[in-house]
């Protein structure tokens, strides 16, 4: 008998013992936890959400971030609207990652973070906490809506931000979850803001009047554009509309809540990048024709007012009449501007092959296209149409397959992501970052026509530069022995051989794991 003072007879009751049923998932691990954060989402409950992400953007060999986290596409959405306050939910080094390059890339805004602990993450307590925060956030003298996002840990653990009011003092709130382990790309993680707003905004015009456009209402019919453009794009886009009797919509992403009325109010959608897939599942909802392609270059200008005049019923003369206004302008843009030389080209913004087009039509060799983004039936004229010019198009291309083809084709330009550049780089190939350097460069129409030569020009003309580099740096070792040696580089095979054989073993064993 033991002499423990008790309350009841509770500390007597026989304990079950028995063998849990499935290991928990290890989700420590974050972005290279592979599947297991998938797995722990299913177990809690997220399958549903899960199979929506994967039919909304398809995976390929391109399945998890190899770039930057997939959040930062949300993050830097909603931190670019007005009026608009962003909070995450996730571990802290992931916060801190995505702050960093939201302020990197010039947020003028706090980001809200709401940090959890184990405990709180099981016990329930990190919803509480963030429901307590946006209860407390929900100003409407600053705020017209509040972004919730979950990262990887709490979207695996089934944290149910649409439990969250929809709406606090006039206040909305938008909970998304935005999984690296869901959404391959930061371009798609846009799109799932982009999906859930004007879903929101869909649900209030339904509901009864919304406010107006703050610039007032265009007399004319609009075109609403998808996708983050050069600003004087959809300038350039309206005044190629104009001769239609149509005028340019609002961009989305918007700027502020009340452009996403505007943006569902049009007669058309421009899907200029074409990954966003769930906005425009809401533009369909909204009873909204939706256009492929972009007006780039000259036979892609042609098509795309062809499309704009099919989508709006125009009669052809007056589809022929906007084309002759801009087409030999075009026409004679690209002639004055002319690009020789190859080119490979790689991106993640989704608007790889438009590029590739311009450049294409301004007398460059490209004969590889890589896009980080899937293939959708928005992206199928300019997949289509550069087949027929001999490119190879590779959609949701992978590093190695963007890396494999730089130095397959050697080109006089290699036009990639940052790793891609780097390796260029590394091998006396003049390169350019596709983001900075391409993506913020006018497009459209006249004004991008011959608007890439300069840049393109130029890097290809520094070949002579690059080879002197790299030959002043041969020599100086790379991998493990770069970096300034005293003596001889201090190799030491033995480790690595020693290290290979425990990561052999650990494989089998997780293999001999699979099995049991
Ligand atoms: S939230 Fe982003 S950085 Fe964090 S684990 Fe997921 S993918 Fe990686």
Redesign the pocket.
Known sequence: MSDEVTYDGAAEARVITGTAVETAPDMAG??HSGAEMEKAARMAGQSELLDQYARDYPKGPHDQ?QSM???FGSLRVGLRMKRVATVLS??A??VY??TFVSHFYGARRSVGYVPFNSETLVTGKLFEDIRESVHEMADPDRFDAIVVTN???PTASGVPLRLLPSEINGVRIVGIDV??FGIPTHAEAKDVLAGAMLSYARKEVMAGPVAAPAGGKSDRPTVTLLGEMFPADPMMIGAMLAPLGLAAGPVVPCREWRELYAALDCGAVAAIHPFYTAAIREFEAAGRPIVGSAPVGHDGTAAWLAGIGDAFGLSADRVAAAQNAFLPAIKGALANAPIKGTITLSGYEGSELLVARLLIESGANVPYVGTACPKTPWSAADADWLSSKGVKVKFRASLEDDCAAMEAVQPDLAIGTTPVVQKAKAKGIPSLYFTNLISARPLMGPAGAGSLAEVVNAAMGNKARMDSMRDFFAGVGEGDTAGIWEGSPNLRPDFRAQHQKKLDKQARAAKAQEMI
């Open positions: 974050g972005c971030p986290c997939p959040a996730g571990s080094c992931c990652g995505l990262l990887c840990v999984p690296g």
